[in-house]
T-cell receptor, first 107, second 113 residues
């Protein structure tokens, strides 16, 4: 079993829909990242959080440390949101990654 | 500062050849990480540096792999006697400390033919 599990693996939505991607982890962590990866490989950090909730534009990330669970929400989704979204946790000195969620938003 | 940069972006090499990749982190970042990502998978940790010291290496890093960060600034990752299984995206990231946000480069995509 991976230390970091994401769901769903693939998600297709219509433009404008509200999207939720979930991340569960099995060990104690100091913080969690949500990352976005576009075709071509570049990874962009969306959020780093260790408690509560953060919001940036149409993106919202929440974390429940007791339940070892985090969610990434996208409101009013747009085709340009299509990408792979990766959850990564800081364990000790390094990041451990989930396998990613491939999001496709259709116009 | 333009962020983390990696060079080259793409590398095609024949099996058995040696390859070297370079990563230039954000200038004030002490931590530098190397990750490997195969198609459809999340990145996997390879190694990391605190300044010039290599503090941890994954078991994924066989003896054909070596990484250096000689002056605590840029880093190189060398793969000797490449194998087809080495084909992957090699990602570099840097951060100020272990607990601060990591910033990623665009990656080097290696194809071994």
């Amino acid at each position: 079993k991976n230390e970091v599990e994401q769901s769903p693996q693939n998600l297709t939505a219509q433009e404008g829909e509200f999207i939720t991607i979930n991340c569960s982890y099995s060990v104690g962590i100091s913080a969690l990242h949500w990352l976005q990866q576009h075709p071509g490989g570049g990874i962009v950090s969306l959020f780093m959080l260790s408690s509560g909730k953060k919001k940036h534009g149409r993106l919202i990330a929440t974390i429940n440390i007791q339940e070892k669970h985090s969610s990434l929400h996208i409101t009013a989704s747009h085709p340009r949101d299509s990408a792979v979204y990766i959850c990564a946790v800081i364990i000790g000195s390094r990041l451990t990654f989930g396998e990613g969620t491939q999001l496709t938003v259709n116009p | 500062d333009t962020g983390v940069s990696q060079d080259p972006r793409h590398k095609i090499t024949k099996r058995g050849q040696n390859v070297t990749f370079r990563c230039d982190p954000i200038s004030e970042h002490n931590r530098l990480y190397w990750y490997r990502q195969t198609l459809g998978q999340g990145p996997e940790f390879l190694t990391y540096f605190q300044n010039e010291a290599q503090l941890e290496k994954s078991r994924l890093l066989s003896d054909r792999f070596s990484a250096e960060r000689p002056k605590g600034s840029f880093s190189t990752l060398e793969i000797q006697r490449t194998e087809q299984g080495d084909s992957a995206m090699y990602l570099c990231a840097s951060s100020e400390t272990a607990a601060t946000e990591a910033f990623f480069g665009q990656g080097t995509r290696l194809t071994v033919v």
